[in-house]
């Protein structure tokens, strides 16, 4: 029995650093997937600001378009301006 004691005593000791690895590995791991997932986050907030911007300027542009439109005088009611037939025929 007292043969054996060394043995149980290290044992004991491998395993508690076995242990003291996992949780520390763990740990490592753990705090990894976080950071990844507020990467993603960030990245997606981004992307949100990105497509508000790109909206916002694709609407100021069909302001624009449609200012343009109606900033010809009908000079007849049954006919178009020249510059609106010309605008017209640059949209094909």
Do not use: W
């Not at 986050?41 to 378009?65: K, N, P, S, V």
């Not at 439109?69 to 949209?91: E, F, H, M, T, W």
């Amino acid at each position: 029995m007292i043969r054996l004691l060394p043995y149980a005593i290290a044992l004991t000791v491998v395993a508690a650093i076995g242990l003291q690895g996992y949780r520390m590995g763990y740990g490592a791991a753990e705090a990894a997937r976080q950071a990844e997932d507020l990467a993603r986050i960030e990245a997606g907030r981004i992307l949100e600001a990105d497509r508000r911007r790109i909206a916002q300027e694709r609407d100021q542009l069909a302001d624009q378009l449609k200012e343009q439109a109606y900033a010809d005088p009908i000079i007849v009611k049954r006919c178009l301006s020249p510059g609106r037939v010309q605008r017209l025929n640059a949209i094909r």
